[in-house]
């Protein structure tokens, strides 16, 4: 497709599962964002690759969340052992060159639920 | 870190009536982008400006980054309009690897 796309559009997760959310950027974009918004704000980032290198993880709220671009395309955000404080909408941005002096794209984002 | 400030928070329009949403931000930026988000919660590409003016439709914006703000204009306002308007910057110097820094956006709602 033309655009970025993740799946699933929603998850619902008992408390204590482990999730598995994928993000497919667009084709060739460098750059790849992981971002997490809750309910009435903004986004707000979590994780940077630029293809294969994870170059910055300081958003990640707590050592459960996990992120992966293993071959440079697409990603995984992993969140293990759930807490209903990571109930939000994660969205995933890709765009062309490195270092995001560029358009930013995003996908149509998961709704994690957390029971 | 960098502040974003968006005005005003929530507002109510007649359709066709005019708008003019603000984004003042507190530090120099390379990257400033304007997003709807709509009822289904996807973030759609208004404008990449990080100076100067643009016009798309009945949208333009304009953003003096000299004096750290930047405006979106919405004219002829239609139903479709509503939803949550984002500004988003990225800071100009290190420490930032190209992360999107979010407003709390502006809640737009057209009346029929």
């Known amino acids: 497709g033309a655009g970025v796309s993740q799946s699933p559009r929603y998850k619902v997760a008992k408390r204590g599962q482990d999730v598995a959310l994928r993000c497919d950027p667009i084709?060739?974009?460098?750059?790849l964002f992981w971002y997490q918004q809750a309910l009435g704000q903004g986004p707000e980032f979590l994780t940077y690759?630029?293809?294969?290198?994870?170059?910055?993880k300081s958003g990640l709220p707590s050592d459960r969340f996990f992120a992966e671009r293993p071959e440079g395309s697409v990603s995984t955000l992993k969140i293990q052992r759930t807490q209903q404080e990571d109930s939000a909408v994660y969205l995933c941005a890709s765009s062309f060159y490195s270092g995001g002096h560029d358009e930013q794209f995003f996908g149509p984002g998961t709704r994690l639920t957390v029971l | 870190g960098i502040q974003v400030e968006q005005s005003p928070p929530d507002l109510i329009l007649q359709e066709g009536a005019n708008s003019t949403l603000r984004c003042n931000f507190s530090?120099?930026?390379?990257?400033l982008q304007w997003f709807h988000q709509n009822p289904w919660g996807q973030l759609i590409n208004l404008f990449y400006i990080p100076s100067g003016t643009k016009q798309n439709g009945r949208l333009s914006a304009t953003t003096v980054a000299t004096e750290r703000y930047s405006l979106l204009y919405i004219s002829s306002s239609q139903t479709t309009d509503s939803g949550v308007y984002f500004c988003a910057v990225r800071m100009n110097y290190g420490g930032s690897q190209g992360n999107l820094i979010f407003g709390k956006g502006t809640k737009l709602s057209v009346k029929p």
């Open positions: 530090d120099s930026v390379n990257n």
């Open positions: 084709s060739g974009h460098v750059s």
């Open positions: 690759f630029q293809n294969e290198a994870q170059l910055d």
